[in-house]
């Protein structure tokens, strides 16, 4: 299984809202990453776990709140966000670094939100 | 820290012709990883081709090759027979190979158009 799972596929919330996104993967990979995506730019990284802990915070608003309860699974938590968060949030994994000999990034196929 | 730059935002082929988009990065490490990712209309990032720095054959993947010019910080993907199914953004993205060396650096992106 060479997938990675994000569900919803589609979310709109308003600003006072409490969501969650849910990222899943199976190929035993202990690095998981979320991305945010505008159109028509690259990922831009928001954060990274590594053997479910949080590795990199790239300066994220504490409105997005990053949870990895196990080595599968990896949730984002959404609270009072606003209309400029609307984007496509990726989720990705990978082999951790000690893995050669390639340790590209799988992503999954991303779950597009709209903040009303 | 490293950068990555795709200077060709767009880019239009014929069909069946061949087409390469260049990607500069800049970096003071001797070992990392670069990749070349396609996310087509539905968005999905897909791994197209990958090199490791410290081999010097380039990397070919089917109709897909890389020429990898390490000295000059040059990657740059040629597609040979495009098809139809080739028209996507392409990415071409840095990871580092040290210890910390979790997160990606990507370029800002090339639209590639296939003309029938």
């Known amino acids: 299984d060479t997938e990675v799972t994000q569900t919803p596929k589609h979310l709109v919330m308003g600003m006072t809202n409490k969501k969650s996104l849910k990222c899943e993967q199976h190929?035993?990979?202990?690095?998981m990453y979320w991305y945010k995506q505008k159109a028509k730019k690259p990922p831009e990284l928001m954060f990274v776990?590594?053997?479910?802990?949080?590795?990199i915070n790239e300066s994220v608003p504490s409105r997005f709140s990053p949870e990895c309860p196990n080595s599968s699974l990896l949730n984002l938590h959404l609270h009072a966000l606003q209309p400029e968060d609307s984007a496509l949030y990726l989720c990705?994994?990978?082999?951790?670094?000690?893995?050669?000999?390639?340790?590209?990034?799988?992503f999954g196929p991303g779950t597009r939100l709209t903040v009303l | 820290a490293q950068t990555v730059t795709q200077s060709q935002p767009e880019m239009s082929v014929q069909e069946a012709e061949t087409v390469t988009l260049s990607c500069t990065y800049d970096?003071?490490?001797?070992?990392?990883?670069l990749f070349w990712y396609k996310q087509p209309p539905s968005r999905q990032m897909i791994l197209v081709i990958r090199q490791e720095a410290y081999k010097q054959q380039n990397a070919t993947e089917n109709r897909f090759s890389v020429n990898f010019q390490k000295a000059a910080k040059s990657f740059s993907l040629k597609i040979s027979d495009s098809q139809l199914g080739d028209a996507a953004m392409y990415f071409c993205?840095?990871?580092?190979?040290?210890?910390?060396?979790?997160?990606?650096?990507f370029g800002p992106g090339t639209r590639l158009s296939v003309l029938p």
């Open positions: 993205a840095y990871r580092s190979e040290d210890f910390y060396g979790q997160n990606f650096v």
């Open positions: 970096t003071s490490e001797s070992d990392y990883y």
């Open positions: 776990y590594s053997y479910e802990k949080l590795s």
């Open positions: 190929m035993g990979h202990r690095a």
């Open positions: 990705a994994s990978s082999q951790y670094r000690d893995f050669p000999p390639y340790n590209e990034q799988f």
